[in-house]
Nanobody, 124 residues
Framework: EVQLQASGGGLVQAGGSLRLSCAAS????????IAWFRQAPGKEREGVSCISRSNGNTYYADSVKGRFTISSDNAKNTVYLQMSSLKPEETAVYYC?????????????????WGKGTQVTVSS
């Protein structure tokens, strides 16, 4: 059973940084993608970043390019999202999801597997 556990959320001031972690387990496929999404109250879910396990290719939403960095520790089956220069409008629940194949061009539409989210609150 695929399980994803996001952690690392919290309260941070605008301009600050946070690092989120997504611990994955139960994968039985050779390659996969893990992506971060976020959803603020009253807003649609937004794809933030995706990383492919096999080749390390990364993808970002335009709104976070240059400020967020996704990385993976394959030995620990953990994906990280380093977030810098955070803005109040980025307050949301952040989720990680996974697909049993590398990041596709449609990764922003959603993933096959989901974990519970972690709250990120950016104060002004």
């Amino acid at each position: 059973e695929v399980q994803l556990q996001a952690s690392g959320g919290g309260l941070v001031q605008a301009g600050g940084s946070l690092r989120l972690s997504c611990a994955a387990s139960g994968f039985t496929f050779n390659d996969y993608a893990i992506a971060w999404f976020r959803q603020a109250p009253g807003k649609e879910r937004e794809g933030v970043s995706c990383i492919s396990r096999s080749n390390g290719n990364t993808y970002y939403a335009d709104s976070v390019k240059g400020r967020f960095t996704i990385s993976s520790d394959n030995a620990k089956n953990t994906v990280y999202l380093q977030m810098s220069s955070l803005k109040p409008e980025e307050t949301a629940v952040y989720y990680c999801g996974a697909d049993p194949y590398p990041c596709s061009r449609y990764w922003r539409n959603g993933m096959d597997y989901w974990g519970k989210g972690t709250q990120v609150t950016v104060s002004s």
